[in-house]
């Protein structure tokens, strides 16, 4: 599934200048798409780079997006490799798909923490609700309009708690685990309540 859409060439290279584990992805096809995916997000909610993109109160303060995703990006490889020593039979994922989940999980960041829709769903929560939509709905809309693989969009949709009514894919399975494993040993760290 695709439409037309537009991509601004420079907030694209800020993303990959954003997050270089981008370029681990082999398939180029794939990883254009990935790069326009985070190029339309930040430029439909009026941000140029991934840095200025508020994210989860407080938790947000100690760490910025593209750090959060190629933190989570790596913990998913990592998991992946050690579980892939374990067993007889290694996991039977794709790496490059894996890749493309795990950097897009948050696609919808930019939507929901958007500064100004944010003010006005806070105002009035009864007209649209607050937020209108979580990331994750928004996310899977991103990944569906360029065109990106549906095992992307369901990463997106599905990665946080509204997947418990979904069968998640294995690859989300990983990343609903690592993206919660992220943000709890962030708060322990430093003693967020
Ligand atoms: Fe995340």
Redesign the pocket.
Known sequence: MSSKYEVNQEIKAGVMASMPIIGEINDVKLRDKVLDAWALTLEENEFKRMEEIPGLPVLGEYCSQPK??TA?TKMVLGMVECMNEALEEPLKLDRDLLLACAIC??LGNPYEYNIRKRKRWEEHPSKEGYPCLRHTFYGAHIALTVGLPEAVAHACAC?SPEGQFVERSLGTTILYHV?DA??KILRSAYEIS
Request: net charge negative; glycine share 0%.
């Open positions: 959060h995703i989570v999980h948050d990665h993206d992220f943000w």
